[in-house]
């Protein structure tokens, strides 16, 4: 059987998840949900909701953490957007995906759209179809993985598509055909470059990513048809993003899974400097004065310095990736926050001036979730802090309290009045509710109204 | 400068259009109107136009050929799925883009919708427009040209992004920044590969094209904003696509332009196919019983066979980019329109059997406008019929006549009852209308009503 039938069966089966598995999905599906909400009010969003009046059907399905509602493929695009934008939701280490944004969106805006015509999606339904979704995105990352990335690919984006085309293909109830067929117009449609990442652009492949993917599997229901092979055709997703993809990555799908490698981030940055911004507010906390400190070197993985030595950002979104910020304020300040990256913060002469002291030293010894930072202080001293397994790594993952204290500050900086110790308590029983969505009613708050 | 703001520059401000250009634009346009008419009843565009209830803003927009209406972004996309639903639009010879259907349809829908604002779109600003958006379209293409298409991307799809926003920003009068910044938006969102030709998917990444297209556009006019260098970033579209883009590609904006070798097609296939059902229409005339057919041998570049071997297809999509069905429906009926590529003409047996007696002959000596057909004949005689230059090709291109004659054949198609002569001259004349979108009153049928 070809790789796209078998993917597909998967989709329309996974068979029963693991105990583990299903809190993996629950996890992630409140994170993303708290990341919207923390997203929902930034000018990027604002720009794309301008665009609602003129450019959405019936306003059926719910902007989470805005009163606004769109019609289901806007809400899926938009809330996708939101749960992204700061780059703070969920990675999946071996392929940094961020894989719940593009998925989860689009099954929450079908389950919602479904529970107003009178068929709701029960929770258990929507985490299992979540899951389905981001292992199925995972999986394709991996076979990618790291030709794919590196070529400057956004692969949340196009890997994403296809999984939000399958989650929301398992709500719908599509065959293993359907299913084919609604990875084809994943195909036809998924996108997204690295190059975008710290602009306003990013948003538009992430959000893309849940609208296509949904709207595929859409139109698979409705008898539009695509091609057999849209994954391992040979002019297929696979052999357009990798000279040699590795199909050992779909081995043992319903067996292995993907996403319990999937983690949560403490900070609203790149995942490389979880460690790089603990060891700062550790060392801050020792309160070594700005002037005394010559200079600070970072020693980590050299992806540590690919991705994120952007000395002189100008925006909030670019800090995110920018270890020169990201160092000078946590070091400064003890800041690590959602703003302490805001554009705002970014403008700050002294955090600015700062970055210029910042030096990286490569060393591939250093695994992803490590490094570490050396201060060279004025007077000859040098003080180094190494963190070995950053909180938010597979080895020191968030703790339900950790994500519901990271929902309550996204609830703070959305600034709505929002009901946390009942939204929070409603997400972390999801799987006991008869409509998936209903929650939705906790996050509708004032942000952008 | 860099690249993508040289490209801003240009699309911002072209200067003046030698008429030759504004002819090739208009005939263009035209062209893709007549394409979007003869497909507006499609399968596929039926289940798109399906989607628009629940998910168009209020209904501005005119969906060519139909007598529904859309909002602004879903009739840019679904004019241009309809305009290339056949691959009988418009094909750049050097690259195969077929560059009018994600270009127009965008400034089209532009356009109208700016006229029910009270601020109408002449046709001068329209067809310069047009033009700017193909000529970048067709010059990214070459860029990457062959690469990009060997790997597999949907060339038409892909760098028709960047010409539907550009062009669109050109209507808008987008500052050179703004143009960069739509650029971003593109590259976010451009998508589509050959692997779904022949199939529904397809569609969607052609509409993707136009709608991400102005989508961006508009947002890059509301301070939505992009990455700097969206084409000839380390990350952006040129290295994502090629591993040696040619830069070459953009000398003599401006000056030389490659919309003049943009061509016409006269039937509905794949444009290698022009040669061989010129030569079939030909044998037919000689009366030959196919019985007595034994082997039909096809001499032509090796992209002839590359992209047209298809045996045994069985819906009238995949029957455009088969040789098998060409050849049988030309040679064996005289046919070669757009009903000899339907559902029900590929279902035929007889034809089906036929394509079994096919043989291809690779010659790199061939033009892409030039092939042989030999027919060996069951008493052993050979008749053979080489065409050197095929109507529709640079050197024996479509006239006037042959345009008009060709949209009254897809008025035909459509079935609705349009007025062929108002129709031709108002899109004759396009560049003498102060709202350029006023011939759309002449092409509101009632197919799919």
């Not at 070529?151 to 084919?180: D, K, N, Y």
């Not at 997204?192 to 296509?212: F, I, N, P, Y």
């Given at each position: 059987m070809g790789l796209s039938r078998r993917i597909a069966g998967f989709a329309a089966d996974p068979g029963p998840l693991p105990d583990k598995v299903r809190a993996a999905g629950r996890r992630a599906f409140l994170n993303m949900v708290g990341c919207a909400i923390g997203g929902a009010g930034e000018a990027a969003i604002d720009r794309l909701v301008a665009l609602l009046p003129a450019f959405s059907g019936p306003a059926t399905t719910s902007l989470i953490g805005r009163g606004a509602r769109a019609d289901m493929l806007w809400a899926a695009c938009i809330n996708a957007a939101a749960a992204n934008i700061f780059d703070y939701d969920d990675t999946h280490i071996p392929t940094v995906i961020h894989p719940a944004a593009p998925v989860g969106p689009a099954v929450l805006a079908l389950a919602e759209s479904l529970a107003a015509?009178?068929?709701?999606?029960?929770?258990?339904?929507?985490?299992?179809?979540?899951?389905?979704?981001?292992?199925?995105?995972?999986?394709?990352?991996?076979?990618?993985?790291?030709?794919?990335?590196?070529?400057?690919?956004?692969?949340?984006?196009?890997?994403?598509?296809?999984?939000?085309?399958?989650?929301?293909?398992?709500?719908?109830?599509?065959?293993?055909?359907?299913?084919?067929?609604?990875?084809?117009?994943?195909?036809?449609?998924?996108?997204?470059?690295?190059?975008?990442?710290?602009?306003?652009?990013?948003?538009?492949?992430?959000?893309?990513?849940?609208?296509?993917?949904?709207?595929g599997a859409l139109l698979a229901q409705d008898g539009f048809t695509g091609p057999a092979a849209p994954l391992e055709g040979e002019r297929g997703f696979l052999a357009l993003h990798s000279d040699a993809p590795d199909l050992a990555a779909f081995d043992g799908l319903g067996q292995r899974w993907e996403v319990l490698q999937n983690t949560f981030k403490p900070y609203p940055c790149g995942v490389v400097l979880n460690p790089v911004i603990e060891a700062c507010l550790a060392l801050h906390g020792e309160g070594i004065d700005a002037d005394r400190i010559a200079r600070v070197t970072l020693t980590g993985h050299p992806l540590l310095r690919q991705r994120t030595d952007r000395p002189g950002v100008e925006t909030g979104r670019l800090a995110q990736v920018s270890a020169q910020h990201a160092v000078a304020v946590s070091l400064l300040r003890g800041e690590a926050g959602l703003a302490a990256f805001s554009d705002a913060a970014v403008a700050g002469p002294l955090l600015r001036a700062f970055g210029s002291r910042l030096a990286f030293c490569d060393d591939p010894g250093f695994a992803l979730e490590a490094a570490e930072v050396t201060l060279d202080l004025t007077d000859g001293r040098r003080i180094t802090r190494r963190v070995e397994a950053a909180k938010g790594g597979l080895a020191h993952p968030m703790t339900e309290a950790d994500l519901a204290a990271k929902l309550r500050g996204q609830i703070r900086h959305n600034g709505a009045r929002l009901d946390a110790d009942a939204l929070i308590r409603a997400l972390e029983t999801i799987e006991d509710r008869d409509n998936a969505a209903d929650f939705l009613a906790l996050t509708r708050g004032a942000t952008g109204e």
């Open positions: 015509e009178g068929r709701p999606v029960p929770g258990t339904a929507l985490i299992r179809a979540f899951v389905t979704g981001m292992e199925v995105t995972c999986r394709l990352g991996l076979a990618l993985h790291p030709v794919h990335y590196t070529r400057g690919w956004h692969i949340t984006s196009t890997c994403g598509t296809f999984g939000a085309a399958l989650a929301a293909g398992q709500i719908l109830g599509l065959t293993e055909a359907q299913m084919v067929d609604a990875m084809g117009h994943a195909l036809a449609q998924n996108a997204g470059s690295v190059e975008t990442l710290g602009t306003m652009s990013k948003s538009l492949s992430v959000g893309q990513a849940a609208r296509a993917g949904l709207m």
